[in-house]
């Protein structure tokens, strides 16, 4: 009998150190993960204040009556937050027209009065305006982008 009790607490601390030795590379890669993460939205939120904020608004809420044309025959700025559209497009999509301007992704002699920020922002920090963007979406909504972003990653391999 003394040989049991002594012999299971054994076997669980042996088994834990292999648990934890097997998952010690993940917990890792997710703190390392959620680490970057918070520090790309902060950076994000810093860069989206600085350059995205006066026509998009700074809680994302875009111009009013942003899906009518302006006098100019431009549109609005869109809202980024669950009210717009950006939540819809894949991240190849999104990264391009803050990049390069709305015209690169619509075409069709599309004009904006969004330029490119390609000559401002890296592209580093253009990911990170996105992660900011994307983290004031609801789970249903971020998962659906997510989705879409997947369908984009795959259909160009």
Not at 63 to 87: C, E, F, I, N
Request: aromatic share 8%; proline share 7%.
């Amino acid at each position: 009998m003394r040989r049991t009790s002594v012999l299971m607490p054994m076997l669980l601390i042996a088994a834990a150190g292999f648990g934890l030795a097997w998952a010690w590379p993940w917990l890792v890669a997710q703190m390392a993960s959620s680490d970057a993460t918070a520090a790309a939205i902060a950076l994000g939120k810093t860069l989206y204040g600085k350059h995205c904020a006066a026509c998009h608004g700074a809680n994302l809420e875009g111009q009013r009556d942003w899906k009518s044309p302006l006098p100019s025959g431009r549109m609005p700025a869109p809202p980024h937050d669950v009210s717009g559209h950006t939540w819809h497009h894949p991240d190849g999509v999104l990264f391009r027209i803050i990049k390069d301007g709305p015209a690169s992704v619509v075409g069709g002699g599309y004009r904006s009065d969004m330029p490119g920020f390609g000559n401002v922002m890296s592209d580093d920090e253009i990911r990170a305006v996105l992660a900011f963007i994307k983290s004031s979406w609801p789970e249903q909504e971020r998962r659906y982008q997510a989705e879409m972003s997947r369908r984009e990653q795959e259909a160009a391999q």
